[in-house]
């Protein structure tokens, strides 16, 4: 990080603490271990994009420790399926297990033939809800905790960073359709060739086409010509 770069975050400290809190670096910080509260408004009264160029340097120092205390037995490519043999001297049983292409798993009981699913009872936080399942999916949850700050500086897998774009912008684009308001809207359509109008429409609803096809043939658009 450059000299003076440092000197700015240095003279930022010297500045009352509640006039720079940044409240996002700030919750992120609580739950921390060790950290006082004093040591966390130092750091939150830093600007976030100094304190990311420190971060930034800082990282090699720790990368090599966190990627040393994932202890996986077997990494699960997605799309593919990985057959688990428990260690037996009676009879070969086990699990197939296959990451799916929405994150979501797919676990089948295998019994001496690895690839038919066998009957089994599954069992749902103590409570059995099928005496003879052959496969159970478990769905993946891309929301992210109450307790973290969506919109905070943080590294999040691909599918949790967009599901937070999309959950804010969803909520952004309904609330201006409804007023009529289709700017916002068909910017975001024309990234995948669509076209919004609430015109003559009734409330809450709002008429979409596929601009590469045109909008010809629809009787509701029409109607609005007319």
Same mark, same amino acid.
């Given at each position: &990080?450059?000299?003076?770069?440092?000197?700015? !975050?240095?003279?930022?400290? !010297?500045? $009352?603490?509640?006039?720079?809190?940044?409240?996002?670096?700030?919750?992120?910080?609580?739950?921390?271990?060790?950290?006082?509260?004093?040591?966390?408004?130092?750091?939150?009264?830093?600007?976030?994009?100094?304190?990311?160029?420190?971060?930034?340097?800082?990282? $090699?120092?720790?990368?090599?420790?966190?990627?040393?205390?994932?202890?996986?037995?077997?990494?699960?490519?997605?799309?593919?399926?990985?057959?688990?043999?428990?260690?037996?001297?009676?009879?070969?049983?086990?699990?197939?297990?296959?990451?799916?292409?929405?994150?979501?798993?797919?676990?089948?009981?295998?019994?001496?033939?690895?690839?038919? $699913?066998?009957?089994?009872?599954?069992?749902?936080?103590?409570?059995?809800?099928? %005496?003879?399942?052959?496969?159970?999916?478990?769905?993946?949850?891309?929301?992210?905790?109450?307790?973290?700050?969506?919109?905070?500086?943080?590294? &999040?897998?691909?599918?949790?960073?967009?599901?937070?774009?999309?959950?804010?912008?969803?909520?952004?684009?309904? %609330?201006?359709?409804?007023?009529?308001?289709?700017?916002?809207?068909?910017?975001?359509?024309?990234?995948?060739?669509?076209?919004?109008?609430?015109?003559?429409?009734?409330?809450?609803?709002?008429? &979409?086409?596929?601009?590469?096809?045109?909008?010809?043939?629809?009787?509701?658009?029409?109607?609005?010509?007319?």
């Amino acid at each position: &990080m450059a000299k003076g770069r440092i000197q700015d !975050a240095i003279k930022e400290v !010297a500045i $009352p603490i509640e006039e720079r809190r940044f409240t996002n670096v700030h919750n992120r910080m609580k739950g921390i271990k060790g950290l006082k509260r004093k040591e966390r408004d130092l750091i939150a009264s830093i600007d976030p994009d100094i304190l990311g160029e420190v971060l930034k340097a800082l990282n $090699p120092l720790f990368k090599e420790e966190i990627e040393e205390n994932i202890d996986a037995d077997l990494m699960l490519p997605r799309g593919e399926q990985k057959i688990l043999q428990a260690v037996s001297d009676k009879v070969d049983r086990g699990l197939r297990v296959k990451l799916l292409e929405d994150g979501g798993y797919d676990v089948a009981y295998w019994f001496k033939d690895p690839s038919k $699913p066998y009957p089994v009872e599954v069992l749902v936080d103590g409570e059995s809800v099928k %005496k003879d399942a052959k496969i159970v999916e478990l769905k993946f949850h891309p929301e992210i905790p109450e307790d973290i700050d969506e919109r905070a500086a943080v590294v &999040m897998d691909i599918r949790n960073i967009v599901a937070t774009m999309l959950k804010d912008i969803q909520t952004k684009l309904e %609330k201006e359709l409804k007023k009529g308001q289709t700017e916002t809207a068909n910017n975001v359509g024309r990234l995948v060739g669509l076209k919004v109008t609430t015109k003559g429409q009734k409330k809450n609803k709002a008429f &979409m086409y596929d601009v590469t096809k045109g909008h010809r043939g629809s009787f509701k658009w029409k109607h609005l010509k007319k």
